[in-house]
């Protein structure tokens, strides 16, 4: 059984950094690429950044770029997403997913439905 396990969301002001950590069980996670997605009230998840199996290639939403940064320790089965300068359009319900994936290239990173696995979500509120 593959599990994702999201936690680091909270409630922070403008301007502040969070780090989101989730951690995968049940799968040859190097094998993976793994992803982070939001879903803010009223709207589509959107995809916002994902890295590859070994951690050789990120991909990001071009909102956040410069601003977010995803690693990955895969002795650990972990991916972060360090965010840095936070705005209140950053608050969402943020997801990490897992593709099925032994490349070093994602194609269609941003393609949620490539994803296989996915965590129950973790609450990100940036207050203004």
């Known amino acids: 059984q593959v599990l994702l396990v999201e936690s680091g969301g909270g409630l922070v002001q403008a301007g502040d950094s969070l780090t989101l950590s989730c951690v995968a069980s049940?799968?040859?996670?190097?094998?993976?690429?793994m992803g982070w997605f939001r879903q803010a009230p009223g709207k589509e998840r959107e995809f916002v950044a994902t890295i590859s199996g070994s951690g050789g290639s990120t991909y990001y939403k071009d909102s956040v770029k410069g601003r977010f940064t995803i690693s990955r320790d895969n002795a650990k089965n972990t991916v972060n997403l360090q965010m840095n300068s936070l705005k209140p359009e950053d608050t969402a319900v943020y997801y990490c997913a897992a593709e099925f994936n032994p490349s070093t290239v994602v194609h269609d990173a941003d393609f949620a439905p490539r994803y296989d696995y996915w965590g129950q979500g973790t609450q990100v509120t940036v207050s203004s």
């Open positions: 049940g799968l040859t996670f190097s094998s993976y690429a």
